[in-house]
């Protein structure tokens, strides 16, 4: 079976999470605070907060922003459903809007014409690690007086005008799923410029307790921590922080390694008609979390069919990105909103495998088969 996805962990990410348990400090601690200092760093943000995975990373952020009870966050419903959750959990209504067809993330026209009094935040996703417009929705969030945050949670290594994301707003949460770039087995991160934000951030995470155990262990007077607000139990462990200051170091080279699997498959399905292949223009660069192809209406084979004929092959896939208002958990028939360009993105695309170390004849048999089968619907024989 080939893969959709494999994280690249090797034995130096072993020896770390080894020498962190045989620290005796296993939870947040010395670990945790270098990752934050070294991830703060390489993305060239004042400071970063890491949490226990990227959804609690949008909770907090949310708080932060001081998005409530009845206020509207417009976003894509083309995203992993955490997205819209993460406006759920505290009371506030998800408002979905439109996608580009070339690049799967918001269309700036559509949410400014969702706009309204009640809108309190936009919340942009970087999709399938592609940088949204990020000065675009600056500018509106400018105008209409509204925050702006970023699920970053496919982008970590991705660029936007020649700066990683990670510095151009005031809050971006990142994601260390095993399906994501770089992994700590899960975790997350959030990224601000802003000192408030991050003060608060590192108390909402730590159930609102105002002396964190590093401080108070290294302390050499007693002393006694206060809980100023109630807060989360939202930490990181230092065997994630030990395994993620090692995925660090060789994120670079990681986003290369995943850069030329994907120009592999631009060269090898340029000649096909009947597919859209991912958008990069000038100024964005993608880490590739995920290689997106869409099936024209002129493909001899549906979505559906397709990803069953790789799957008897050996060859595994993801359907496109879910659109959040048609799971049941957000169906509504009075409420329906139209998004025909989400919809038609999401039943005719197929996320194909893509991973570091990807072998070369791999690589060609994935394009070869999928060539095949899309002009000519021919089941292929696996030699």
């Known amino acids: 079976m080939i893969p959709i996805a494999k994280p690249y962990l090797t034995v130096e990410e072993a020896e770390a999470a080894y020498d962190t348990?045989?620290?005796?400090?296993?939870?947040?601690?010395?670990?945790?605070?270098?990752?934050?200092?070294?991830?703060?760093?390489?993305?060239?943000?004042?400071?970063?907060?890491?949490?226990?995975?990227?959804?609690?990373?949008?909770?907090?952020?949310?708080?932060?922003?001081?998005?409530g009870a009845g206020d509207e966050v417009i976003c894509p419903s083309m995203t992993y459903i955490a997205t819209a959750n993460s406006i759920k959990y505290v009371g506030a209504i998800p408002v979905f809007a439109e996608v580009q067809f070339g690049t799967y993330n918001l269309d700036p026209i559509d949410v400014e014409l969702k706009i309204t009094s009640k809108t309190k935040a936009i919340l942009i996703v970087h999709q399938i690690g592609l940088p949204a417009d990020i000065d675009t929705f600056k500018a509106l969030c400018k105008k209409y007086n509204l925050k702006l945050i970023e699920d970053a949670a496919c982008a970590v290594g991705s660029e936007y005008k020649g700066a990683k994301i990670g510095s151009h707003s005031e809050l971006v949460c990142f994601s260390f799923h095993p399906r994501k770039v770089i992994s700590t087995g899960d975790g997350g991160m959030i990224t601000t410029n802003k000192v408030e934000y991050y003060n608060r951030l590192k108390l909402l995470r730590q159930h609102g307790m105002s002396i964190n155990?590093?401080?108070?262990?290294?302390?050499?007077?007693?002393?006694?921590?206060?809980?100023?607000?109630?807060?989360?139990?939202?930490?990181?462990?230092?065997?994630?922080?030990?395994?993620?200051?090692?995925?660090?170091?060789?994120?670079?080279?990681?986003?290369?390694?995943?850069?030329?699997?994907?120009?592999?498959?631009?060269?090898?399905?340029?000649?096909?008609?009947?597919?859209?292949?991912?958008?990069?223009?000038?100024?964005?660069?993608?880490?590739?979390?995920?290689?997106?192809?869409?099936?024209?209406?002129?493909?001899?084979?549906?979505?559906?069919?397709?990803?069953?004929?790789?799957?008897?092959?050996?060859?595994?896939?993801?359907?496109?990105?879910?659109?959040?208002?048609?799971?049941?958990?957000?169906?509504?028939?009075?409420?329906?909103?139209?998004?025909?360009?989400?919809?038609?993105?999401?039943?005719?695309?197929?996320?194909?495998?893509?991973?570091?170390?990807?072998?070369?004849?791999?690589?060609?048999?994935?394009?070869?088969?999928?060539?095949?089968?899309?002009?000519?619907?021919?089941?292929?024989?696996?030699?």
């Open 21 to 67: 348990i045989l620290s005796g400090w296993i939870t947040q601690g010395p670990k945790v605070q270098e990752f934050e200092e070294k991830f703060a760093s390489y993305t060239n943000a004042k400071y970063a907060v890491a949490v226990s995975n990227c959804t609690t990373a949008l909770h907090l952020s949310m708080i932060v922003a001081d998005v």
């Open 213 to 383: 155990d590093r401080v108070r262990h290294n302390s050499k007077t007693v002393v006694f921590e206060d809980h100023v607000e109630v807060g989360f139990n939202y930490r990181m462990t230092d065997i994630q922080a030990a395994i993620g200051i090692k995925q660090l170091e060789k994120l670079d080279w990681i986003v290369s390694e995943r850069r030329k699997v994907a120009e592999a498959y631009h060269k090898g399905f340029q000649d096909l008609s009947c597919v859209q292949l991912p958008i990069e223009a000038k100024g964005y660069v993608s880490n590739y979390q995920s290689y997106s192809i869409y099936l024209k209406p002129n493909c001899q084979i549906s979505r559906n069919t397709l990803m069953e004929r790789l799957l008897d092959v050996g060859i595994a896939t993801r359907r496109g990105i879910m659109t959040i208002h048609r799971e049941i958990a957000y169906k509504s028939a009075s409420e329906m909103p139209s998004l025909p360009v989400s919809e038609d993105l999401h039943d005719n695309s197929i996320i194909i495998p893509l991973y570091v170390l990807m072998d070369e004849n791999v690589v060609n048999l994935v394009i070869e088969t999928i060539s095949s089968l899309v002009q000519n619907e021919q089941k292929p024989v696996l030699v």
